[in-house]
Nanobody, 123 residues
Framework: QVQLVESGGGLVQAGGSLRLSCAAS????????MGWFRQAPGNEREFVAA????????YYADSVKGRFTISRDNAKNTVYLQMNSLKPEDTAVYYC????????????????WGQGTQVSVSS
């Protein structure tokens, strides 16, 4: 089992920045590929970013490419999502997720999920 706890969400004005953190416990963190997803009211949960267990490869949704950066610190069992130039359409609950077998853009392929953290961007 892997337990994931997100933090760092909040209310920010358009153009601002936030950094989300996801702290992992349980199984060996550095064996797991990690992803960030988000879900806005009335929408399906969508892929945002993913990172390989080693940190050597990262992947982004087109909607956040160039604005968001995913990273991880395996010594701290934590994955981060740095979000810059935030837009109102980035408003959602953000979830981190873990899996083994390679980063994935597909939410059904992740085995473990956090409880989510709310990000709200005002115009």
């Amino acid at each position: 089992q892997v337990q994931l706890v997100e933090s760092g969400g909040g209310l920010v004005q358009a153009g601002g920045s936030l950094r989300l953190s996801c702290a992992a416990s349980g199984r060996t963190f550095n064996n797991y590929d990690m992803g960030w997803f988000r879900q806005a009211p009335g929408n399906e949960r969508e892929f945002v970013a993913a990172i390989r267990f080693s940190g050597s490869s990262t992947y982004y949704a087109d909607s956040v490419k160039g604005r968001f950066t995913i990273s991880r610190d395996n010594a701290k069992n934590t994955v981060y999502l740095q979000m810059n130039s935030l837009k109102p359409e980035d408003t959602a609950v953000y979830y981190c997720a873990a899996r083994r077998g390679g980063p994935s853009l597909v939410r059904y392929e992740y085995d473990y999920w956090g409880q989510g953290t709310q990000v709200s961007v005002s115009s």
